[in-house]
């Protein structure tokens, strides 16, 4: 039932390692097991989305982010004709390395490593969490995933090293799926969240297009709606399938523009195939303004941050001090949830810089 553009089970490329795989489920359903069996998948429930753990039992976490991005992508997988299963693995899988305390959390480390020759980035240590780190197997380690599954986790790069030491490659569809999904789900869960905190609220939203558009059109759907709560969640929902509609009848304009027929061709095209249209594409910048100057660094997210920060930046120099490898470090500080970090830093009786 798939498109021919679509990277069906039959022409996967395989794994790493050379397994006998189970006759119930295809390679990317297995995939998606491993991925939601990891420890490095528990773990994102304790780590930061916008909002530090403990902020509020209703705020999103790394985890339910994941889970958000996966409902996007396989509702834009199934409504192009492409692999659900591939595409739901690669989003569950796309923030296993990222580190406690959001990307402050994650600047604070890339710093650090700099100092000593190395970097962070937090796609790649997500294909790092699932190829070394999860030992799971007696003859390999990490989870052994699908190549396609490993290659759509470096979705922020326009061409990527291939994962068995091929030549570079470009993304599938169900890759570049995620990568839009990953934006949609941040874009709606982050004004939900920010209404929720009232560190902004829907007057101030009123400058902000797609939201008032949205707005206008629950409106007039459901009529006046006097429940907050369930109003400001329709016109998210409603926002959020905007985009999702829009991004669908992009990519499938693109798809025509460039005459992409099969497979190969998706890996031959040099221009994304999987996008916004330029009038939503417009939209979208002035919500992540929005968002960046009234969420991202209004002065109480901007202070849980900087605290995030300290304890990264003070649990690197102890542990580097009491002879740990840079390396190894990276990989122990990325693996930390929020809490087990400010608890480290309490249990090991250290001041914050």
Request: hydrophobic content about 35%; overall charge negative.
């Amino acid at each position: 039932m798939l498109k021919p553009f679509a990277v069906s089970n039959q022409v996967a490329k395989g794994r790493r390692h050379a397994e006998v795989l189970d006759d119930e489920r295809s390679g990317f359903q297995l995939d998606r097991d491993r991925v939601l069996h990891s420890r490095a998948w528990r773990r994102m429930e304790g780590k930061t989305q916008v909002f530090v753990v403990g902020y509020g039992d209703h705020y999103r976490t790394r985890m339910t982010h994941s889970l958000e991005v996966a409902q996007v992508s396989r509702d834009l997988a199934r409504w192009l004709g492409l692999n659900e299963d591939l595409a739901e693995t690669i989003a569950l899988a796309h923030d296993l390395g990222h580190t406690p305390f959001g990307h402050a959390g994650e600047h604070a480390l890339h710093e650090c490593l700099q100092k000593h020759g190395l970097e962070f980035e937090h796609n790649e240590q997500s294909r790092r969490t699932v190829e070394e780190l999860e030992m799971v197997y007696p003859k390999f380690s990490g989870l052994n995933l699908s190549i396609e599954v490993l290659e759509g986790l470096m979705k922020h790069h326009s061409s990527w090293d291939h994962p068995t030491g091929g030549d570079m490659i470009r993304p599938s569809l169900e890759a570049q799926i995620v990568n839009l999904a990953d934006e949609i789900a941040y874009q709606n869960h982050d004004v939900d969240d920010g209404l929720r905190s009232e560190l902004f609220n829907e007057k101030d939203l009123r400058e902000v297009e797609i939201w008032e558009q949205a707005m206008e059109e629950v409106q007039y759907k459901y009529g006046d709606i006097l429940d907050l709560p369930v109003r400001r969640a329709r016109i998210v929902s409603h926002m959020m399938s905007m985009m999702i509609k829009d991004v669908h009848d992009e990519t499938e304009r693109r798809l025509r523009e460039h005459k992409i027929e099969t497979l190969e061709d998706v890996y031959a095209c040099k221009t994304p195939l999987v996008d916004f249209s330029v009038e939503m594409r417009r939209r979208n910048t002035a919500l992540k303004e929005f968002l960046t100057n009234r969420l991202y660094f209004h002065p109480e997210v901007k202070a849980l941050s900087e605290h995030g920060q300290s304890i990264i930046r003070t649990l690197f120099d102890h542990y580097l001090a009491q002879g740990m490898e840079p390396l190894v470090l990276k990989d122990y500080l990325a693996g930390m949830t929020d809490r087990f970090a400010e608890f480290q830093v309490k249990e090991l009786g250290l001041s914050l810089e």
